[in-house]
Structure formats: structure tokens, C-alpha cells
């Protein structure tokens, strides 16, 4: 009675000097694409979560490729510059490298280089006040509902208890 082999021993014996690397597809570096479309580089590079968020973004006439507002179906290439308009500011972008497939956070942000303003000493110290007043003013009690326990010991302190 013959007993059957497992079969990690069966490809064992078939192998030339018992090399795996023969099961496997050749790893060879995937060649970036010449062009792509916005909407899938806005997702792999992560300026929008979603694909769909970034062709909303394309037909709302948020996006623009070298001045001029585009589709999503827009084919870009490397040296092409990218604006977006998000709520409240305008973010741009060079272009420097094409990749189809999602990557983590930190590559993604190789694909890209964003412009960034160049802000006078006095224009960069308002910002910085004004952020700094915007936290001050989420900290404070807007005055809504029922007083907290430290606010009502100070209540009471001042006007007495009842």
C-alpha cells in the first residue's frame, strides 16, 4: 500500500536544489504609467479618501490641471500642476510621479510636492494669533445647558447658597 505524500514534499523533490524562488513570478519592478487619470492619481496619492470623492471634486470644477478646470477622466503626466480648491484655502501641487496602485501615507506623499505661500514675518504672526485665539475661544464655555459642578461652586461663592 503506498502512503501519499504531502504535497510540500512532493514540490520539494521537484525542485532544483530544493529553490522556491522557482514558484514564484519574477518580481520585477512595475513601470510607472505615462498618464493616468486625475481622479484614480488624487486617490493613490491621497488628497481625497475615496476615488468617487475625487471625481465629485473633478465635476464640482474644484480641480484644475495647469490652469484649467478638468474632468475625471482627465489624463495627467509627471510635471503637470494640480489645484484643488478645498473649503476655505487652495492647495497646489506638482506632479513628480505616476503610481496606479494605493500606497501608504508616506510614499504617497512622493508622488507629489506641494506649493506652499511664502508668508511675511507679520502676515506669519497673525496667522499665529489667530489660530491661538481660535483654540482659546473652543476652550471657553459657550454658555449653553446646565452649569458644571466647578461652574456652579463658583456661581455659589459669589452670590451666596440659597
Given amino acids: 500500500?503506498?502512503?501519499r505524500q504531502r504535497s510540500s514534499e512532493v514540490k520539494d523533490q521537484n525542485?532544483?536544489?530544493?529553490?522556491?524562488?522557482?514558484?514564484?513570478?519574477d518580481k520585477k519592478e512595475i513601470a510607472?504609467?505615462?498618464?493616468?487619470?486625475?481622479?484614480k492619481w488624487l486617490k493613490v496619492a491621497r488628497l481625497f479618501k475615496t476615488r468617487s470623492q475625487a471625481a465629485d471634486a473633478c465635476q464640482s470644477r474644484h480641480v484644475k490641471v495647469n490652469g484649467k478646470t478638468v474632468k475625471p477622466s482627465?489624463?495627467?503626466k509627471v510635471g503637470d500642476t494640480i489645484t484643488i480648491h478645498?473649503?476655505?484655502r487652495n492647495r497646489t501641487f506638482d506632479v513628480v510621479k505616476l503610481w496606479e496602485k494605493p500606497l501608504p501615507a508616506r510614499e504617497a506623499r512622493e508622488l507629489y510636492?506641494?506649493?506652499?505661500p511664502k508668508l511675511s514675518e507679520e502676515s506669519a504672526e497673525l496667522l499665529e494669533l489667530m489660530l491661538r485665539l481660535d483654540r482659546?475661544?473652543?476652550r471657553e464655555r459657550k454658555g449653553k445647558g446646565r452649569p458644571t459642578k466647578k461652574e456652579r461652586r463658583q456661581l455659589e461663592k459669589i452670590f451666596g447658597k440659597r
Avoid at 510607472?32 to 481622479?39: A, K, L, S, V
Avoid at 510636492?113 to 506652499?116: D, G, K, T
Fill in 32 to 39: 510607472p504609467p505615462e498618464r493616468m487619470r486625475i481622479d
Fill in 113 to 116: 510636492v506641494e506649493h506652499l
Fill in 1 to 3: 500500500m503506498e502512503l
Fill in 15 to 25: 525542485l532544483p536544489n530544493g529553490d522556491h524562488s522557482f514558484w514564484m513570478k
Fill in 136 to 138: 482659546m475661544r473652543q
Fill in 74 to 76: 482627465h489624463q495627467i
Fill in 86 to 88: 478645498y473649503p476655505h
